[in-house]
């Protein structure tokens, strides 16, 4: 659980430094229509956050809370995740991470084992939330490395 934690605590460094250096023009590049960017990944990232905090409070707070999900590509296309400022969002995201860690630190093993339903009967366990959130940055930062390499190629 020790591991687990520093590795949620430490996703923050790893987002920032995976778009720290790029231009503007790589951040923008899409790999092909309707793939998104560095810097729409980075909302999305945010976005997700911003939900999954929720959740895992309610889960942590509430007797087998309902929990829900969000359409990833109906916001990105209609909250205008192009014009959103990036900076605003890593710092965003920075601020969730950072306020939960008081709450991770002083778990419970049964807190751990805590229970959310989402509407299609999936239940999941605090434990597993948590486990979906690094697994959640480390699939983005591997569609990150993608996205540049296409970049690098598309250039050539
Ligand atoms: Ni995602």
């Not at 023009?25 to 560095?38: H, M």
């Not at 309610?58 to 209609?78: G, H, I, M, R, T």
């Not at 890593?90 to 991770?104: I, Y």
């Amino acid at each position: 659980m020790k591991k687990m934690i520093e590795q949620y605590s430490r996703d923050y460094a790893l987002l920032r430094e995976a778009v720290e250096g790029l231009s503007e023009e790589e951040l923008r590049f899409q790999p092909t229509p309707g793939k998104w960017s560095i810097h729409q990944i980075v909302i999305h990232v945010t976005d997700s956050e911003i939900l999954a905090t929720h959740r895992m409070k309610k889960v942590l707070a509430e007797e087998e809370p309902l929990l829900l999900s969000f359409d990833q590509e109906a916001w990105a296309d209609n909250l205008g995740y192009e014009r959103l400022d990036r900076e605003q969002h890593l710092l965003l995201f920075q601020m969730l991470r950072a306020s939960m860690l008081p709450l991770l630190e002083n778990l419970n093993p049964e807190q751990l084992e805590r229970v959310g339903e989402y509407p299609d009967g999936a239940r999941y366990t605090f434990k597993e939330l948590l486990e979906f959130r690094v697994q959640h940055v480390r699939d983005h930062l591997a569609q990150i490395g993608r996205v540049r390499q296409a970049y690098r190629e598309n250039r050539v």
